[in-house]
Nanobody, 116 residues
Framework: VQLQASGGGLVQAGGSLRLSCVAS??????MAWHRQAPGNQRELLAR???????NYADSVQGRFTISRDNAKNTVYLQMNSLRPEDTAVYYC?????????????WGQGTQVTVSS
């Protein structure tokens, strides 16, 4: 499974961005978005099951929306009301279970910078 994330960039505080992540090579199960700012640990932001059930971190609840298009094997992260503290490298991840073993695959990351 290969994951390719896109959509990052520079935006002013209060603005919006939409991240996309395409999974290729195989169908996947749950997908998620994480982020990591310099000096911080990687943080789980949002997760969506294959069936569409979603979970969010408190830090992004109400501002970010995760969605997926299973036909395109793609997960999205709509980010609204962005804040400077949202500046980080954003990573997508996807789970795949094969022969009873679950493995998580990671994309390469896309930089999001929010200016004040």
């Amino acid at each position: 499974v290969q994951l390719q994330a896109s959509g990052g960039g520079l935006v002013q505080a209060g603005g919006s961005l939409r991240l996309s992540c395409v999974a290729s090579g195989s169908s996947v199960g749950a997908m998620a978005w994480h982020r990591q700012a310099p000096g911080n640990q990687r943080e789980l932001l949002a997760r969506i099951s294959a069936g569409g059930r979603t979970n969010y971190a408190d830090s992004v609840q109400g501002r970010f929306t995760i969605s997926r298009d299973n036909a395109k094997n793609t997960v999205y992260l709509q980010m609204n009301s962005l804040r400077p503290e949202d500046t980080a490298v954003y990573y997508c991840a996807a789970d795949k279970t094969l022969y009873g073993i679950n493995r998580t695959y990671w994309g390469q990351g896309t930089q999001v910078t929010v200016s004040s």
